[in-house]
């Protein structure tokens, strides 16, 4: 593998949603790539619009992607760097950190965003994450913290000690922005009404596929979480496998939205992620 390229600067993309088309027609008049710099919300982390995801049917520890084991997975994170791609979306839940840790041994530790989740739900077990997940990716900071898979529409309240430890993190540069990831419509909804969310993982497809409701009302809740100036990156835009005999509608759709700074595709080849960021570049 070459890794000559690594370390030089890239630039990357955004989104808006199959209804919108007809309303919006030029939605798409300009080119976008994989590899385009975007600037997550007001967070001021510059990033590549695609995310490389690690986390396909990712629970336990495991999915798709650790599936490739260590050096499959991080050789596949490195093929997208060398390809421009700047964001690796991690998460314990995935089991990820290992293969982050081992592709962040060979790039600028600057030139990459980190983001991965937590799904602890108190004070103690956060702090104790963040602790373990600095030492499991082998950084000093974490570029984005997000609490894993909320689903209660009064989680700014429950679990406001979790939060206090983010903000605290924040504060003390372990971690740079802290936000949540969604899989509820209460949960979405709450997060765009909360001056505490600067980052937000969202469900979002054509089709409603593994989202929080239909992609219409799911819009219109990103539409103000944009808004609020929040950083808002997508997830499950090929429905989780849904849409993989569709990829190229469901990019249009979501590149046409106005509403994504980025958004993260969990590929499980190299040939499968140059295809991706072939595709992503013909969405126009």
Request: hydrophobic letters at 40%.
């Amino acid at each position: 593998m070459v890794h000559a390229a690594r370390g030089l600067g890239v630039a990357w993309v955004g989104s808006r949603g199959l209804a919108a088309w007809a309303s919006a027609p030029t939605a798409l008049a300009k080119k976008f790539a994989a590899s385009d710099t975007v600037v997550l919300g007001q967070t001021g982390i510059k990033t590549s619009r695609l995310a490389m995801g690690t986390g396909t049917i990712g629970f336990g520890h495991h999915s798709n992607q650790t599936a490739l084991g260590l050096k499959g997975l991080s050789e596949l994170l490195l093929n997208g760097y060398d390809n421009g791609l700047r964001f690796f979306d991690a998460a314990d839940a995935y089991g990820s950190h290992p293969h982050v840790a081992e592709a962040l041994k060979h790039v600028p530790r600057d030139r990459v965003t980190v983001l991965t989740k937590t799904f602890s739900r108190d004070p103690k077990s956060a702090r104790a994450d963040l602790d373990r997940f600095r030492r499991e990716l082998g950084v000093d900071y974490i570029d984005v913290c997000l609490m894993h898979c909320l689903t209660e529409g009064d989680w700014t309240e429950r679990y406001k000690g979790v939060m206090d430890v983010l903000s605290e993190a924040k504060q003390k540069g372990v971690i740079r922005a802290h936000g949540c990831s969604c899989h509820s419509i209460e949960a979405l909804s709450a997060a765009a009404k909360s001056t505490w969310v600067e980052v937000d993982l969202v469900r979002i497809n054509p089709i409603g596929s593994h989202m929080d409701a239909d992609p219409q009302t799911v819009v219109d809740v990103l539409r103000e979480m944009k808004a609020a100036g929040k950083g808002i990156v997508g997830m499950k835009i090929l429905g989780q496998g849904d849409l993989r005999g569709r990829q190229d509608e469901a990019l249009k759709y979501a590149l046409s939205l106005g509403v994504l700074d980025a958004f993260t595709i969990g590929a499980e080849s190299k040939a499968e992620q140059q295809d991706l960021i072939r595709r992503i570049g013909m969405a126009a």
